[in-house]
């Protein structure tokens, strides 16, 4: 998976997704909303992964809010929904 605005890997069954605009804040945009459900959704369809643990990159912020340009709350909170869909624990964290 290749994203613009998230980072996704495995160590074994841990999958780290992180939010990877450490130069704004980690903040969301459409993009990124979009981004993080293709990558959960993907998380969804197969077994490998048992915990998905989402992180911010930097060292300041896991994530300050979400930019008001373009950014519709109920398009993006949608977007970001299957989250809490996911069927597996999942864990939110400052640093790695």
Same mark, same amino acid.
């Given at each position: ?31 990124? /909303?979009?981004?993080? %459900?293709?990558?959960?959704? !993907?998380? &969804?369809?197969?077994? $490998? ?13 896991? /994530?300050?809010?979400? %930019?008001?340009?373009?950014? !519709?709350? &109920?398009?993006?909170? $949608? ?13 939110? /964290?400052?640093?790695?």
């Amino acid at each position: 998976m290749a994203f613009e605005t998230i980072l996704y890997e495995e160590d074994g069954p841990i999958g780290w997704l992180t939010l990877n605009r450490p130069d704004d804040g980690n903040m969301f945009t459409p993009l990124m /909303c979009h981004e993080i %459900r293709d990558c959960i959704n !993907d998380i &969804r369809r197969e077994t $490998r992964t048992r915990v998905l643990v989402i992180t911010g990159a930097g060292d300041k912020f896991f /994530c300050i809010g979400g %930019r008001k340009e373009g950014m !519709d709350t &109920r398009c993006c909170m $949608r977007a970001c929904c299957p989250r809490w869909r996911c069927m597996k624990p999942s864990i939110g /964290c400052k640093s790695r």
